[in-house]
């Protein structure tokens, strides 16, 4: 648990002081602060031109009187490396340190993200400034925990990129004659007969329009090379810190479903993930529950960090509408409901130059605290002060997971056909939301993950099936688990080489099936998967859409069949009984009714029950450790609703502890309620 | 007055005899001139190349030739200094010549507007050459005014603008430590202690998408720096002219609206304002009404010369359709209407080769009169000579001012939030129209103008707030003038930084109100501006859209509120009283119906009237001199209208001389009536 | 005749064994090869990495093997040169074989297409290999004919083209006055006065978004080079393979419509034609016919290979369905019908690896035999197998022509205005639709095609009239036939220099009228072509768009005059009596109504008949030889039609032997017969 020295859901977010030169304007920080009942201050994140204004000479006076001023009135901090954006100087003296982007340009000075994650300066330079902070602040008592650098994000396609990459490479692959043959290069006569014939796979080379390529090979294997340049670069900073400072947390802010980064990996080296929420204006509230589930699911359950949200406007949407009253207590609680230990924002106060000074921040560039965004922000503070160490630490239960995989992202991204309408997010979030549109609980787990502690295993379009996961899937089916595959699922391997003898290659064993052709549809058009019987409320027929997989069930039973086409009849949903559990696959892509009548008979086979029942729009979730548990009921509508509990428990209010009378309870428009529930 | 040696609406175009090497077409074009009633001839727009074969051999027969053949037969000439595009030889010897673009790319040899305003060799031979016609021309009777170089525009990012851009720099900042806080660049840590680190803004380092930007600071610089770098071009080729040819004046064609070029500064350095008038097939006939009204206001009502609109088709839209019958007279009045003292065209002769050939032309590619174009054309032409002399430098007056700036404008395309729906130049139109509709004379001024001789200044999304201009508004309105402005105004200073304290920052208390937030709406939301009362035809309710202020008042009056969300009944139109005038602030951008009530109210409230009422489309405005006017009446609908004049005034016929009776007139459709006025 | 060695329709495709190290699969592949009918197959595509090594080792026993193989069980091969990807290591160690793009960037090693074809590394190397595989296999009994390279296409800008492409304009224009004059330079002042001047035209100099250009001439010019440089490598090719097989024919497969290479010029070198058939999801049937015509009259009617199709699906479309059961025979068979004497795939074996893994393979990835797909390609091997030579050779006779050019096509697409909705493909295959849907023969000829063979001649758009070809005109007009030309024709010669005194410029002689003026068309507006009396099928009125040409008649008769707008009653579609025949002026873009009554007129006057009746979906086409002619008629509907042959003769299908009684004949949906004619 990372809260240990300040026990309670950690509130504040990024501060920036050191864009105003002013003692006063501090002083009101720090009066603000506290009347909003802010306790961590995230400081640093772009201080470096600030620390290290040339390459000899490190000053960290302002940082000193930074740290002390806010420890003074109580607040802790988040202590940023500041490493998220190079030096202009260092720019100029090392021009290593700019990246060439996908277009094979030479950067110059500018923006953030900036620097080649393989650049020897850039490694020597965050490397050494993470120790000299870990050196001067070690034993300073108002730091909490590290945050390195920013947003970790971007690609590089420099000379040093492409040497690394060969390194990279040889390691990987040992000789010359496994990469030819995992990259398939004889198609197109492109076999390599010495590493340095290798270049950075981007528009000069392989690929176009960020995502398509003529070589699946390279380029997934780029994205696997990036993500772990970066890594490395993380890691420089991580063990430089852990030398002098081995007891206090490290983390570095990610993304969601952030695509450029394999954040699996990287949970492996941090010490709690921490994450940047936010939801573009059209991201269904189940997309942001689902993210919050990866982000815990990254480090097997383990609470994580909400590291940043605003708390109200955002700047660099096309369209950038305020947070209605009440909508960020209600984001906040789900952020929490779903596994974090902190409620920070972005940022404590605006600025007011450059780029983000119209991202809203809990001091708005009027000054004072008479405004909406600040009350509803002080209402927060005082809320999460009552709530205490009630919730940290406590972990989400799931007995259903759906798999989520980057690197099969990756692959089904690149693939060259069969249609450009196959989105593996939003595939992925089809499933989810049916669950989380009935409240029942569910983690979003990588590969590597155990799958014996659930009962149901969703892999949506698994294309990619990586060496002994298939095994895995038979052992878990075999055991009595419900496991759920589709279309485009078993086509490659780890290196996207199809799996010959026939899709859905090494599932077909579990599966029962044999997918001998894949049909792609048109924008616009649809198929039916028609019922060949009910399955509880799964009846009738459902449109279905993208790809049709035509399929043949060898041990498998056909539960439904398409409803139109050459191929109807064919079996469009099948289920194998294997063992002592049953693996389905669903062959298209199908409607929001027929998932929501899909997932209800699986969770009803296995006797899972919703959280909680209610109207559309009602979310539930609960976190509980030492045999207490609270439940979250968040209302996402702009209206009442009633939320009907679980019978035979007693519940009770979490912030005023009042009991809750009853099994049924009013949750006001946009509100929250928490529940200690006792059995 | 320019037209002092040939006092008459001048009338011809842009002239490119040397695209035919042939003397029968040089007689045919002065046979066909003299039929059209052409007296100017443009030339020498491009001939540099003609004119300087290499570095040192300077040949300017053919345009001696030229100029004595068209002064023959009676033709003048609009001389140009043929600067608009550099020779391919110099671009092979000198490559500084040659720009580096937005993407970074050296550019080669081709197009025009190619040359780097900050190359010394295209700085040294285009002052060269222009000194070299003044002396040659000086005495010249056929030589009315110099055509400094064509259109400039577009910007170059190359090592030697870079180079000026920091000496640019060091003279507008003097220290780098003001130059940091005038960017904010301890924001995403971008403090520089070396003017060498700065680099120029664009796709390589701060910019993307042409206006998008994490600095709006250096962005805005440069363009402040490459709109005066290529003034300076122009001053250079100013003073070289002048300082043989004292008396001719000197002028370069300007484009309305061009965003990147910042014409009143521009305006300074120009003795009369000359423009291309190319309005887009979408473009509505009160915008092309404000673009004239724009480019008078740039030398405080000065007359300007109409110097290029195209016979009939242009070629470079994506659909070119011809002008209909009479809409090029129609048009050329609208010009002279509005303040030109000239009618001419791009071009005389249609070229039959490149990029131009589909262009209209009074001659057209089968080379004789008997044309429709042709014949409109000559008709114009008489027209003009009939209409004589009394028109030039008459002056258009106006009661009412619309500001508009270019340094607005950058700053708002320039912004990160909170909408990318707000388009400057579409808003400021929203309220011209208005008034354009009501027939009431409008004038378009900058910031530096003097506010004292109007009744009413709007200042539409006034979001960048100069040095002394909150002040200047105060006394106007303290004086008993009547202020509009709007939503997201008074939000920066020159620099882009926030004015803290609340918006509208400098504003404020001539508004007497404080906006809290502002909200951006979804494409297609709307809210509603509900009337308190009714303000004349101001009644009930209006749509409203884009951003919404959330506002409180401070002394101003509520007269309109929200129809709905969460700040339903908050002031959406507020008015203050301040001195002897009032201020209004309108929190969103209203429906047309609004704003023709709105502005209609104001007006009447001033007693300023009508030039003439008449259906939509019936278009009117007045110019006078010494103690006359003339009264244009333009019908841009397909059919007849009638319009009803002002009672009391004596009208009469300004081309033919016959008086009007009453107080009706009807013009035809797309026609055009002048009228001399007499009380 | 090519197919003399094996004297049936070639079947098979490409081959790629090279991808699977692995007896087993090659042995299997064999025996599926037989299963399916297959017997040729195309090697050695890709193989020049694997071929050549370094720079100085060939080892071709992988080939030799191959070949061999193949050869033992009865499978001829199509043996390509391997020159359309260069080796890696030709790359690295010779950049000058790497393209410069239209952006101007120099590429890296990646892709096909990727050689420049001014690289001198490039054109050594790739003659070297093609000559050493021919004395390899000259007298190989397998070798069929010689595939050079690989659909030849994309554009380089680098500066070995940037040298040849200033001696080629050497050699084009001797001078560089005259250069000048055909480029126009002295509009914008381009005057070149050393070749060393002249920079290809891309988007750092005159070009940009692809097609727009400042300077037709000179983007005209780089796509004649380009397309001629492209060629001569091939030359380089054909005449090394030649040396040593002079009897071996020798192609290079083409891409139909494909934009940048001028293909009449093309198909003087080769032996015979043959291209690659990827009709797109919205390709509509008649334009594939239109296609094949067009490759079949590039050699002037001599047959073609299909060298690609595929078997089901592609994977570079966005939405890659199916081809639905019974598709791929029908779409073979319409290739048959109109010129092609071979049937080939891509691919034999599907790829596991790379871009095309989800391309369809006549061996899918399952890898047996039991696939709906290897199932209908191996019942039409069969089929194939019983038709014999039977087609082989055999001619299309058509009365009918239609104009295409690709220097026109390249004018039209390059000019800037009049508007952009113009598309001469499409407008070509207008009137191409309207025959088809009769079932009227109709041959596709380029501009150097004697025309005394056809009745009637339709040149769509001809924008460009080349030296002579007016002349040509007004002969085949003269002799009788009728000819039919449309608006925005007859405007420029072959430099896209406007032919003055009146448009259609060299074609109003023979057309006898003149067109003073060419409006564009919004989107969604129209005029309409009112008949001024029925002729035939054609009467009232008609929808047009795109441009309006306002034309006079100048001996010519008005049959039918505009609609609506200011030239209403204006000519729309005129005629002239010329010597014995007629010439048609169409002034606008007609519906397909008009398009469908004008063709079925035009055809009827000359006696014209349909080849068979039926409804919408049956296409026919006919192939003759030694007296005996094979008609085909194909149904693209997914029912059954019923086709109405020309009574009294007598029909048997071609492949049973059976004769057809009556003169009507059901065609199943989808479905192919081939009929023996005898009168």
Same mark, same amino acid.
């Given at each position: 648990m990372i809260n240990s020295k300040l026990p309670k859901i950690w509130y504040g977010g990024d501060y920036n002081p050191e864009q105003w030169d002013d003692p006063q304007i501090w002083a009101e920080d720090n009066r603000m602060f506290k009347l909003a009942g802010i306790d961590v201050a995230t400081v640093n994140v772009f201080s470096w031109a600030l620390a290290q204004p040339d390459e000899e000479t490190y000053d960290f006076a302002y940082l000193d009187e930074t740290i002390d001023r806010l420890y003074k009135d109580g607040i802790y901090v988040c202590l940023a490396t500041s490493t998220g954006a190079h030096p202009a100087w260092m720019a100029k003296k090392y021009p290593d340190v700019l990246r060439v982007d996908y277009h094979g340009r030479k950067r110059k000075f500018g923006g953030r993200h900036n620097s080649c994650p393989n650049s020897p300066t850039y490694r020597k330079y965050s490397e050494r400034i993470a120790e000299k902070l870990a050196e001067r602040y070690k034993d300073h008592p108002a730091v909490l925990i590290w945050h390195v650098s920013n947003e970790y994000g971007g690609y590089c396609y420099c000379d040093n990129c492409e040497a690394s990459f060969r390194e990279w490479l040889k390691e990987r692959y040992g000789t010359l004659e496994k990469l030819n043959k995992a990259w398939n290069t004889r198609f197109w006569g492109h076999t390599f007969y010495d590493w340095d014939e290798i270049v950075v796979p981007n528009e000069l080379s392989e690929e176009w329009s960020g995502n398509r390529t003529n070589f699946q090979g390279i380029s997934l294997d780029y994205r696997r090379f990036q993500s772990a340049s970066m890594l490395e670069c993380y890691k420089l900073e991580y063990n430089a810190l852990k030398k002098h400072t081995p007891d206090i947390p490290v983390t570095t802010n990610l993304m969601g479903f952030? &695509?450029?980064?394999n954040y699996f990996e990287w949970a492996k080296y941090m010490d709690v993930v921490s994450w940047d929420n936010y939801p573009s204006l059209d991201t269904p509230y189940s997309f942001t529950a689902m993210t919050h589930d990866l982000m815990r699911g990254l480090k097997q359950g383990q609470p994580f960090m909400l590291m940043e949200q605003t708390p109200s406007q955002q700047n660099w949407q096309p369209y950038n509408s305020l947070k209605r009253p009440g909508v960020m207590r209600l984001w906040s609680h789900q952020a929490v409901a779903r596994g974090a230990d902190t409620v920070l924002f972005f940022q404590l106060r605006r600025s007011i130059g450059a780029c983000e000074k119209y991202h809203g921040a809990v001091i708005e560039h009027v000054g004072h605290e008479h405004t909406r965004v600040f009350r509803e922000c002080a209402e927060l503070g005082a809320e999460l002060q009552k709530l205490g160490d009630k919730v940290l630490d406590a972990r989400v239960e799931a007995k259903v997971a759906i798999v989520f995989d980057w690197e099969n992202r990756w692959a089904i991204e690149l693939?060259?056909? &069969?249609?450009?309408?196959?989105?593996y997010v939003e595939e992925v979030h089809k499933y989810y939301d049916a669950l989380f549109n009935m409240n029942v609980q569910t983690a979003m787990i990588g590969v590597e993950e155990d799958l014996s502690g659930y009962d149901i295993v969703i892999a949506p379009v698994l294309y990619m099936v990586k060496p002994g996961y298939a095994k895995k899937v038979e052992e878990f089916v075999a055991g009595g688990g419900t496991f759920v595959t589709t279309f485009f699922s078993g086509i490659v391997n780890e290196n996207d080489l199809v799996t010959t003898g026939g899709y859905p290659g090494e599932l077909r064993k579990v599966l029962g099936?044999?997918?001998e052709e894949i049909d792609a549809l048109l924008p616009g058009s649809t198929n039916r998967i028609v019922m060949k019987e009910s399955l509880g409320t799964l009846e009738g027929s459902y449109e279905c859409g993208i790809l049709c997989d035509l399929i043949h069930t060898k041990g498998a039973t056909a539960v439904a069949e398409y409803g139109s086409d050459f191929y109807k009849g064919m079996p469009a949903l099948t289920v194998n009984k294997f063992g002592q559990g049953e693996a389905w696959y669903v062959a298209s892509s199908p409607d929001k009714a027929f998932m929501e009548g899909f997932m209800a008979k699986l969770v009803q086979d296995k006797g899972i029950r919703p959280l909680a029942r209610g109207p559309v729009g009602l979310e539930a979730s609960r976190r509980a450790k030492d045999g207490k548990s609270l439940l979250f009921l968040l209302n996402h509508n702009a209206h009442a609703v009633t939320a009907e509990l679980e019978a035979g428990k007693a519940y009770a209010d979490?912030?005023?502890g009042q009991a809750v009378s009853g099994n049924t309870l009013e949750v006001p428009g946009y509100g929250v309620v928490i529940l200690e529930e006792a059995k």
């Open positions: 952030y &695509p450029e980064l693939s060259s056909g &069969p249609t450009v309408a196959l989105k099936i044999w997918a979490a912030v005023s």
